[in-house]
């Protein structure tokens, strides 16, 4: 081989080409090919089936929707109050009775009767919504004591429920 300046051609330009295309194929290639992969399982994964609690909870409430019309169904958790709100005025103005079967809810009207499920062991009762709560995020009702007596909730505190809505109230207050 001719020498140019004390070094051979490859030295030079063919060396330089050739280190040049062992760093392109042997990093950045797998690099392109992993991140093309990651991208296609990520796209494909729109149609598994998550155990999400809360996609779970959306697919339940869907189903509900269509399958009762007219009527309202609702998923999430409720917690009871009792001893230390008896005999104290409710937002509704009535005077609450721990043993009374009522509820409280953020929004909905006073006077609405709710059926609430216990889903973890398939109890129900029916509840009038007379106050307003719970004020905890996570949780959607407020059952009295009698209520949650009912339903088998007092060792747990706070259950998972089914609300469904068999009559809107008026929301008039007494």
Known sequence: MAKAGGRSSLENGAGRRLWFKRIVFATLIPAALF??????????SKGVRRSNPDFNQRERLRKDR???????????????YGADFHGRKTANGETFDMNA???????????TLCKVTNLQ???????????RGPFVEGRIMDLSY?????????????????IEILRWGEDKAK
């Open 101 to 111: 079967f009522t509820a409280a809810h953020r929004q909905w009207p006073f006077g």
């Open 66 to 80: 269509h399958a009762v019309r007219g009527q309202k169904v609702v998923y999430g958790r409720a917690s009871y």
């Open 35 to 44: 991140v093309m992969a990651l991208q296609t399982a990520c796209a494909s």
């Open 146 to 162: 009698g209520a949650a007596r009912e339903l088998g909730a007092l060792k747990d505190g706070i259950i998972p429920v089914r």
């Open 121 to 131: 062991n398939g109890k129900s009762v029916v509840v009038r919504v007379n106050d």
